[in-house]
């Protein structure tokens, strides 16, 4: 089990991006925002003690820019910058690989390589994975000299409210357009199966999912097997179906991704969409990462079937209200 709090650590929590507009009707006083208000209260509170993190990550910064309408964007900017503090989550392609060389020498009892992925970190390039550019903001986002520190959280909300329309919507339009495509091409897949029982469409949507992982992370593989004297062959003859199910349980990223997204795949009813795997990449390094995650009724509902409330040691919540019992 992860434990996610340490003594004088404050709380991770996680809210996707519809619980981030809630809070901004309440900050901003409009009346479809007055049961939210307790929530906001609590967590400006949490944030101003340093008893609560609010990050936020790539997901939240895209579904902001996709907003036509700049004041809209600008005001639901100001609460991210404002709650967050400019804290942010790192995307699954850079916490997994750094996972894949914690669990190749723990699946040959090897000592560890590394200890754990840099999760949490500081302004949106972290967020997107990428170096920081302007250290100086970075850093004037803890300053004692509260002015200082107000300055920079307003770079930050100009910033995530992409206040230039001609990079803005061609940059959302080009993210659209490939988010949509690789939604269709997964729904196709999944309808080859539709037809099959149960057990083999679970067969099949892992198959997947593992050839994909492979195909992926082949190099980061066979740089963390060099690295205790292993080759590819050895990895695959050693391990067996049972030794290869506990590699992929041991990655906390890829448990998450492949165990949801196979049940998300039998909902036949609906129809996979560019959100959905949106909500995949965030909940794949939120819930195993984070203390409390507030998300969708569905996505909380299909992670505790599969225990991952309990294996990861994380609060699920749908209902924002209930966080106040948290922090």
Known sequence: MLIHRKPNEPLAVYIDQMQ????????????????????????????????????????????TMKMGDAARRQRLAQVIAELSEGWTIAPWEKVNPVELTMSVPKAFNKPPLINSPLVFGRGIEFAFGEPVHVRSIIDSLDSPIELKKRMAIQFLAIILSSPYESLRKPGIDNYNARMNATADDADRIRKLVRNHNKDLRYRAFTARHVYDFFRVRQRELMESLAQIGLRIDDFFDSLGKDGLTKFFEDMPTTDIMMNLRNQRNNQFEKVISANDLNDLSFLAVAIPYCDVVITEKQWVDLA????????????LLSDLAELANYI
């Open 20 to 63: 981030w507009i809630n809070l901004g009707r309440a900050y901003h006083q409009r009346p479809d925002g007055a049961s939210f208000e307790a929530a906001l209260k609590k967590i400006q509170n949490a944030v101003q003690k340093k008893t609560a993190r609010i990050p936020f990550s790539r997901e939240h910064v895209l579904e």
């Open 304 to 315: 505790k079937r599969k225990g991952f409330d309990r294996k990861y040691n994380t609060v």
